[in-house]
């Protein structure tokens, strides 16, 4: 069976260790196996403290970002590149650190609105530093999974069939990241991605069409839940949702998160767990 998960700013938008002792012993009281943490500042993760409290609550945990336009790993001038390579080697090592299985996220670009396409330049040195992180994350025994995103976050890849291309010409072992909120918006139907993925499928987002409560928008779960329970996906699904209720001091603005679309995290993740618990189970 997967392991269900919730991200961490459902529950708090920093890592200071009352922030990160809320958000870890909700995630267990919960119901979930697993919390996923935005690595968007590495240095800001205290890794001694959140391995504890981790152990403490018996949660696996996940790592996730997205690179800034500084750390654009695709961009064209080879310091900015550089920089990005710093940013995602030291993300990897408190994924590691701190026991993460996985590394996902928009790590092969900035987390942004491109204003054109990707030029040959820009893929070939975001493809370079994907085949230099895998082995990075293959020697740490951290899995990699590249998040396909829609259209205003990137311009390197926004459908399952365009990221798998661009894993297969980057030569390495990488994993894809399906997100069902951006699913939603650049894929043909939710089912079709899940298939072309197959068993290159390595990590799941479960997000609404607005981002706030599970099946109170146009995401057409039953269709998603049914492809996954098909395709024998067995890594981890984790629960996604933002609200101006919790602000991150980046990530919030990046994703233009300026809507209210909850208040109670609790009700909001229990919900969650118990929809996807359900939408998830054997037939
Ligand atoms: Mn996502």
Known sequence: MNLLGVHALVWAGDWTEPSARFAIESTREVGFDLIELALLDPAAT????????????????????????????????????????????????????????????????ALRKYSQPASPRSRENSRAAMAWLAEQTSAAGVTLALEVVNRYETNIANTAAEMLAYIDESGADIALHLDSYHMNIE??????????????????????????????????????????RDSGYAGPVTFESFSSAVVHPSLSNVLGVWRNLWEDSRDLAAHAHAFMAEGLAPR
């Open 187 to 228: 894929e043909n139907g939710l089912v079709e991605p899940v298939q072309q993925a197959g068993p290159r499928l390595g990590y799941l987002h479960i997000g609404e069409s607005h981002r706030g409560y599970l099946g109170t928008g146009n995401v057409d779960f039953r269709s998603l839940f049914a492809a996954v």
């Open 46 to 109: 205290d890794v001694a403290m959140t391995k504890r409290l981790l152990a403490d609550n018996g949660l696996a945990v996940t790592c996730s970002l997205g690179l800034d336009q500084d750390t654009d790993v695709s961009s064209e001038d080879p310091t900015v590149v550089a920089r990005g390579r710093d940013r995602l080697a030291a993300a990897l090592e408190v994924a590691h650190g701190i026991g993460a299985t996985h590394l996902c996220g928009v790590l092969y670009s």
